[in-house]
């Protein structure tokens, strides 16, 4: 009979959620700095303008046909992490946005440099980026699966073995173009993100990885099922 590694199962879900956590607060700081939606974001404004429905809708609309495609191509890549990732990350953006939202980042200004206070939210979306490739990287390295718009990057690399900073960047672009022609906002932290987000990635998950294999590869008690 198949047997479930208990211990390990606790261990990947909490380095999961962790992941998934600090991927909010990285999303919670991105939608502080207000200078312009994620990629991903400005595609389903797109859609949801050329539709005439909501963005949540949208989204709903999007994420379901990622997951039929993805399941053509190679269901493997569906796991619990897909739903699970999809089921907490608006609580938890919910809990950081709440969090940030004292922050009086127009007030942030420095009066001797022009633009300044573009210059700091532009580096706090910066942050914002790397904050997400760090969660994200954690997310991966559990091997429980990612949400449906992440893993067609993953699947992508997999598929050409070409670099995921390539991919991602490629794909970034495709959806903020197609997304402004539909009716998307842009902004100079949509672009930011569309160029930082994949190279911080790339950066962080072999880094991760690394630093989570020992903990994740211990032997544990088991049970059959």
């Known amino acids: 009979m198949k047997k479930i590694d208990v211990k390990l199962l606790a261990k990947k ?10 991927i909010q607060t990285g999303v919670a700081m991105f939608i502080k700095a207000n200078i312009g939606s994620d990629p991903f974001t400005v595609f389903t404004q797109g859609i949801s303008a050329k539709l005439g429905v909501s963005v949540g809708m949208a989204s709903t609309f999007i994420t379901a046909t990622l997951i039929i495609i993805i399941a053509i191509v190679d269901w493997h890549y ?17 809990m950081m946005t709440t969090f940030f939202n004292p922050l009086p980042m127009d007030s942030f200004v420095i009066e001797f440099i022009p633009y300044s206070n573009i210059i700091i939210k532009s580096l706090f979306l910066a942050l914002s980026c790397i904050v997400i490739a760090i969660g994200f990287s954690l997310l991966k390295s559990t091997n429980l699966g990612v949400a449906a718009n992440d893993i067609v990057p993953l699947l992508i690399t997999d598929k050409t073995k070409l670099t995921y900073s390539k991919i991602r ?24 993100a569309a160029f930082l987000t994949g190279p911080a990635i790339q950066f962080f998950m072999p880094r991760l990885e690394k630093l989570t294999t020992p903990f994740l590869s211990e032997k544990n008690e088991e049970i059959a099922l």
């Open 13 to 22: 879900l909490v380095l999961f959620f962790l992941g998934v956590w600090i």
């Open 78 to 94: 569906l796991n619990i992490g897909t739903i699970l990732s999809t089921m907490v990350a608006g609580p938890f953006i919910n």
């Open 169 to 192: 960047i490629t794909m970034d672009v495709t959806l903020i173009v197609i997304g402004f022609l539909l009716g998307g906002v842009i902004g100079i932290g949509t672009l930011i």
